[in-house]
Nanobody, 113 residues
Framework: QLQASGGGFVQAGGSLRLSCTSS????????MGWYRQAPGKQRELVAG???????NYVDSVKGRFTISRDNAKKTVYLQMNSLQPEDAAIYYC?????????WGQGTLVTVSS
């Protein structure tokens, strides 16, 4: 089970940090990701971090967003800086480990221009 938090309302240029905590025992062996889905759009991968710590980002957030993980806390973070209205969406965390796939409940990010 994944519990996401940290969404909210910010003005353009502001920052938010999303957190997603796992209650399971496989977190440290899992690849984690943050996805987002805006109204009328498909869900897209925003950032991912492997079990070994390698990261990847969609081009539109490179240099602004940072994904990180704390295995001791079984938590993955998404630090979002210089937020823009186009970043507004519901953000979902995702866990993948072998055949196991889990999604968090989503947290809403709203960005005003």
């Amino acid at each position: 089970q994944l519990q996401a938090s940290g969404g909210g309302f910010v003005q353009a240029g502001g920052s938010l940090r999303l957190s997603c905590t796992s209650s399971g025992s496989i977190f440290r062996f899992s690849n984690m990701g943050w996805y987002r889905q805006a109204p009328g759009k498909q869900r897209e991968l925003v950032a991912g971090i492997s079990s070994g710590g390698s990261t990847n980002y969609v081009d539109s957030v490179k240099g602004r967003f940072t994904i990180s993980r704390d295995n001791a806390k079984k938590t993955v973070y998404l630090q979002m800086n210089s937020l823009q209205p186009e970043d507004a969406a519901i953000y979902y965390c995702n866990l993948r480990s072998g055949s196991v796939v889990a999604w968090g409940q989503g947290t809403l990010v709203t960005v005003s221009s």
